[in-house]
């Protein structure tokens, strides 16, 4: 791959869901891959589905929940020769209930992967785009990044922080030849409900549509393909997103609130 006239693409949380979905976008798009998850085997199926578009791949298992992953994912990309022009920080953890009676290590794991793995990837990767004035970064953030939310009260926060940061280095970057796309999904139909005790959340059965993860990478990765700073991906969602700078914050934990309960518990207080 070093040799590769191809631009290398290295994705985090690439097993399943969106970050599987913006593999094949960014594979089609010309791209080699460097495919980064906890799972080795869906990642390895990944790749021989992908063979057909010409890319070369190579899969790292990596733990990004653990201090010290994202410094040894590079360490492995650099011994490999690998230049990255595009960065797709996908991998994230979610989790539902009070706060005060979450697990306290999913909270560690939720804020080492959406924060400090996240800002730790970007910090290494971006100034050797820089140095080639050119390249490309994806933060995966979300709709929740947009006000507070009770009952997922780590998770929203912590993509609230992924905004507020790939708001500010994309402003930092302008004219450097880097870009940065901060992708912000609703609900999608995908593992990462399963994984984040999210199955039964009224969020996922209410009035919001749930999109595939195939449809939000592709508006996600034309985004970022054009150097957008932001896309909230479907109408709706939109809507909502954009609604959050004028409802009073009250109104906002309300809904959110209700929002992030499961459906059974709708109607208790």
């Known amino acids: 791959?070093?040799?590769?006239?191809?631009?290398?693409?290295?994705?985090?949380?690439?097993?399943?869901?969106?970050?599987?979905?913006?593999?094949?976008?960014?594979?089609?798009?010309?791209?080699?891959?460097?495919?980064?998850?906890?799972?080795?085997?869906?990642?390895?199926?990944?790749?021989?589905?992908?063979?057909?578009s010409g890319a070369e791949i190579i899969v790292i298992a990596a733990d990004l929940g653990r201090p010290g992953a994202a410094a040894a994912l590079m360490r492995t990309v650099e011994q490999r020769g690998l230049a990255i022009d595009t960065l797709i920080n996908n991998a994230g953890l979610g989790d539902t209930g009070r706060f005060d009676q979450e697990n306290p290590e999913r909270i560690l794991s939720m804020l080492q992967v959406n924060i400090i793995a996240l800002t730790e990837l970007t910090r290494l990767v971006l100034p050797q785009m820089v140095a080639r004035r050119r390249g490309k970064v994806m933060l995966l953030a979300s709709v929740a990044a947009f006000q507070p939310g009770p009952g997922m009260a780590v998770y929203y926060a912590t993509k609230s922080y992924v905004l507020s940061f790939g708001r500010a280095i994309g402003h930092e970057l302008r004219g450097s030849g880097v870009t940065v796309t901060t992708l912000c999904p609703g609900p999608t139909s995908s593992e990462f409900a399963a994984l984040g005790n999210m199955q039964g959340v009224a969020l996922f059965e209410g009035p919001v549509p749930v999109m595939t993860a195939a449809e939000v990478a592709r508006q996600g990765y034309a985004a970022l393909k054009a150097g957008r700073p932001q896309i909230i991906t479907g109408l709706i969602n939109r809507i909502m997103a954009n609604s959050t700078r004028f409802a009073p914050t009250a109104i906002l934990l309300m809904i959110a609130g209700h929002l992030n309960r499961p459906v059974s518990a709708r109607g208790n207080r």
Do not use: Q
């Open 1 to 52: 791959m070093a040799a590769s006239a191809r631009p290398v693409a290295l994705i985090t949380g690439a097993s399943a869901g969106i970050g599987a979905a913006l593999a094949r976008e960014a594979a089609n798009d010309g791209h080699d891959l460097v495919l980064v998850a906890r799972r080795r085997e869906p990642m390895e199926a990944l790749a021989a589905e992908l063979k057909s």
